[in-house]
């Protein structure tokens, strides 16, 4: 089973608009990390957020904000005024103190922003 | 902080020939790094598990000899893609966890291997 689903797989958006990207996850482990990677053009993941599973309070750094609910397995992304340059994939990944912090990424979701 | 470099960024080389990657953590010690392959347009597949020291972990479906690592250091590790052929093309990206944030994996930027 696929531990962290994004199901959304692209989405454009017009310049300056808000967008969302969801990520749910799926694990049994009460202590457990997710993250939010950024993937441009050129290839590099860039680390934007890790969150622990005892810390459920939301978090906002300048344009983007992050929503994490446990209730509801979700750890949603959000981009406030969307600029051309956040155009890139975004991958949720899941990580898991019972199986040694591996890694388990989502599909991404390749987001457009259209001047 | 957390910078990992990865070398080479590109490589095109003949059938047969074997290819080395170097991935480097700039300025924390990596207990742990991992080699992950991506292919075009889609998620980023863990390859290997290595330690400072030790043997690497291989996922299953991952040839051992095919892809050979060595994390000889605390902040360097290698994978060699042995016998290189053309389905080996592919990106191949390094991370690497430690310092501060033991559960955070920061990424290299990344090589694109194009076997001929």
């Known amino acids: 089973a696929q531990k962290v689903t994004q199901a959304q797989t692209e989405i454009s958006v017009v310049e300056k608009e808000d967008v969302t990207l969801d990520c749910v996850y799926e694990?049994?482990?009460?202590?457990?990390?997710l993250f939010w990677y950024k993937q441009p053009p050129s290839g590099e993941l860039v680390f934007l957020i890790r969150r622990n599973s005892f810390d459920e309070q939301n978090e906002i750094s300048g344009r983007y904000s992050w929503n994490f609910q446990k209730s509801t397995s979700s750890f949603n992304f959000t981009i406030t005024a969307s600029q051309v340059v956040d155009s890139a994939v975004y991958f949720c990944?899941?990580?898991?103190?019972?199986?040694?912090?591996?890694?388990?990424f989502g599909t991404g979701t390749s987001l457009t922003v259209i001047p | 902080g957390a910078v990992v470099s990865q070398h080479p960024s590109w490589v095109i080389c003949k059938s047969g020939t074997s290819v080395k990657i170097e991935c480097r953590s700039l300025d924390f010690q990596a207990t742990t790094m991992f080699w992950y392959r991506q292919f075009p347009k889609q998620s980023l597949m863990l390859m290997a598990t290595?330690?400072?020291?030790?043997?690497?972990?291989?996922e299953q479906g991952v040839e051992k000899d095919k892809f050979l690592i060595n994390h000889a250091s605390l902040t360097l590790s290698t994978l060699t893609v042995t016998s290189a052929h053309p389905e080996d093309s592919s990106f191949y990206i390094c991370?690497?966890?430690?310092?501060?944030?033991?559960?955070?994996?920061?990424f290299g930027p990344g090589t694109r291997l194009l076997v001929l």
């Open positions: 290595s330690n400072e020291g030790s043997k690497a972990t291989y």
């Open positions: 990944a899941l990580s898991e103190a019972g199986t040694g912090n591996q890694f388990y």
């Open positions: 694990t049994r482990d009460t202590t457990y990390y």
């Open positions: 991370s690497a966890r430690g310092g501060t944030s033991t559960e955070t994996q920061y």
